[in-house]
């Protein structure tokens, strides 16, 4: 780099300019999901991903080559996709680096490890689905059955990409609004950027529409406290595991009163 060049680029830095990086991931942010999967000898697996897109009914997953889950679709197409919400995180991190591999594929030796029953280890609850084969989690507030119609080998050899075709939609009647509307104000998805979590904080404004937005029904709701109170998922969380919960009534998942 010649001294001109060098101090354009300090210049360009000190105003906050651009510069060029070599990331080693380029997890923007996109939401977390459990996959279970049949096992060949009927159990489920359960993994984490969050390579993820959709467009109608159909869904585009970016899985690893040596992963268990794209071996079990390989030989049995059927699939769960369920969204954890974000007080299940610890969940999510505590099958992290398990996979439903018996024998550990090399690359990932040095930090996975197997598991037959992915479900326990999380403390998860496996939930019989309608349509598929492959069970659902129970804790999960929106679930989707799917069905694999493609698997394509990714370029480089090191992943595939599953496209499934969803036949079935599970949502929890706490994050249901009008019918079929998912409400996208009870309803929070984990994000995962840049190898961290996260939720998806406050509504900046509805798409495309004069109707009142969820980010002035946000605000009503600020000066409102009740109506605040009754969208508010928070208010759901099990104090004991942090699952959701019904208002009344012992926690599904570990029976806390
Ligand atoms: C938050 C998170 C997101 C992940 N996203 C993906 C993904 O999109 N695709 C993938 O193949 N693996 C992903 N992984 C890694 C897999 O979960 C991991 O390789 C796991 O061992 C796979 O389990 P399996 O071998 O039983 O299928 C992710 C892991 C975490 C914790």
Known sequence: MTAAEAAGEQARHQHGGHRVINPAVLYVGTPVLLLASRNDDGGANLAPASSYWALGRMLALGLEADGHTLANLRERPQLTVNFPSPPLWPAVEQIADLTGKPEVPEAKAARYAYSADK????????Q???LVDPPRVLECLLQLEAQVRRVTPGVTGDYAIVEAEVVRVHAD?????DGDHIDPLAWQPIVYSFRHYFGIGEP???????APSPADRWAEEQEEPEGGDAACWLASICPECGAMREATGACRRCGAA
């Open 119 to 126: 479900f326990a280890a999380a403390g998860l609850t496996p």
């Open 128 to 130: 019989p689905s309608d």
């Open 173 to 177: 009647s706490r994050i249901v609004r």
């Open 204 to 210: 900046l404004g509805a798409r495309g529409s004069a």
